[in-house]
């Protein structure tokens, strides 16, 4: 409820009035705890007769007896100019003290703490979760974006574009992970959304959990609580050096996009780190050679990786240390129909994408006898589980290697 202030006046000698302030319902006195509906504020106005003669039209309104007012106006002697402007200051800052206290009195903090928690639990329950997922996703760059983009689209269709963060529950993710396992893909209505992409997509919503409840608008760490989609186990398509040289010899309508490719097979570097390199992240020592000094968009590690004169031979001439070195490269549908039809010039029908080239490249060190945990550290991986993937590509491989030789037993 609502405290009321009033400014009041009480007559304390016969030509003046103290003011106070009266409190509807009574507040705790600041000293005793005590209810009080009085706090008196040590100030003074002289008595004004218009004021008594206003008192006394609305008493005779009232019905009321006047006639001790009127004895009073008869003895009250008429203000001079300076006790006017005191009254008139005096008043001016009564009434500030007034609101003040009434702002101070009607404001959250005089609420018990208890109060105060649960009015905060509300106002965090009524936010909305999906424009906190939007300030997350924003804060991404790079190729990665498209990915969180979708997995922000598939939620808004999933909540019908309204959830509060008071809705967040495990029951809820488990249900929205049924649905992203069973939904349409949304680039194509005949086909559902692959079992990969739907762990791509729900482990982006499990980061910005994670996210919100570091930044206290989750009470409870739902994140911890909700297991992962299980992902499935895919072939990672890569070309062999045959197929790679057949490219090197293959015109590409795109040459930007083609040399970035080749540089990417040869560096092993993702999409997103080859767009944003720039030329004073390329350095060159007599001893040592080329390397790249760069921190990895997605991992956000600083790494040192040497690269190979092959490699730097498909940069074009140095440019300014702030310049990115593949200026211009994009990455579109566009851009993929002249990758689509450089390998189809070439003779390669295998799925190939641009993070192909990075998976070539660690397929082919292994193959040249590379250990694994070079290629680890070459790739950036912050784990060798990550890198296992293409040991296991590289032993299928001399599997079936093996199994072509059969003699006549």
């Known amino acids: 409820m609502a405290i009321k202030v009033s400014l009041r006046k009480k007559r304390i000698t016969e030509y ?3 003011l106070y302030l009266d409190f509807y319902p009574a507040i705790p006195h600041p000293k005793t705890g005590k209810p009080t509906r ?3 504020l040590g100030m003074y106005v002289f008595i004004d007769k218009d004021e008594i003669r206003k008192e006394i039209k ?4 009232q019905g009321k007896n006047t006639e001790k007012l009127k004895l009073l106006i008869k003895e009250l002697p008429v203000l001079s100019e300076s006790e006017k402007k005191h009254n008139t200051d005096t008043l001016n800052i009564a009434k500030e003290i007034k609101r003040k206290r009434q702002n101070f009195l009607n404001k959250p903090e005089i609420y018990t703490e208890y109060e105060k928690e649960l009015k905060r639990k509300k106002e965090l ?3 909305s979760f999906l424009k906190y997922f939007e300030t997350v996703m924003n804060k991404r760059h790079g190729s990665n974006y498209d990915s969180w983009l979708s997995a922000y689209n598939y939620i808004i269709s999933f909540s019908n574009g309204n959830l509060k963060f008071a809705d967040l529950n495990e029951s809820f993710f488990e249900d929205f992970k049924d649905y992203l396992l069973s939904t349409k893909s949304k680039r194509s209505n005949k086909s559902k959304l692959s079992v990969n992409t739907a762990v791509s997509y729900f482990n982006k919503v499990k980061a910005v959990l994670r996210q919100a409840y570091k930044d206290g608008k989750l009470e409870k760490d739902i994140n911890a609580k909700i297991q ?3 992902q499935e186990d895919t072939k990672k398509e890569y070309l062999t050096l045959d197929e790679l040289n057949r490219l090197v010899k293959t015109e590409c309508n795109n040459d930007l996009l083609k040399r ?7 560096t092993g570097l993702r999409f997103s780190d080859i767009k944003k390199l720039t030329w004073k992240e390329i350095i060159y020592e007599a001893e040592q050679g080329y390397s790249i000094d760069y921190r990895q968009q997605k991992t956000k590690n600083i790494e040192l990786l040497p690269i190979s004169e092959q490699a730097v031979s498909l940069l074009e001439e140095r440019g300014e240390p702030e310049q990115q070195v593949f200026e211009g490269l994009t990455y579109s549908a566009f851009q993929n129909k002249h990758l689509y039809q450089w390998l189809g010039n070439a003779g390669i029908t295998k799925n190939i994408t641009f993070h192909s080239f990075r998976h070539t490249f660690a397929t082919l060190q292994l193959f040249s006898g590379t250990d694994i945990t070079t290629v680890s550290k070459m790739l950036g991986h912050k784990s060798l589980k990550t890198t296992m993937i293409y040991a296991k590509i590289v032993d299928e491989a001399k599997r079936k290697a093996a199994n072509k030789i059969k003699l006549d037993m």
């Open 228 to 230: 992962p989609i299980k």
């Open 16 to 18: 003046r009035e103290s």
């Open 125 to 127: 329950g009524e936010a």
């Open 260 to 266: 970035a490719s080749l540089f990417s097979a040869l």
């Open 38 to 40: 009085r706090e008196f």
């Open 58 to 61: 609305e008493k005779k309104k």
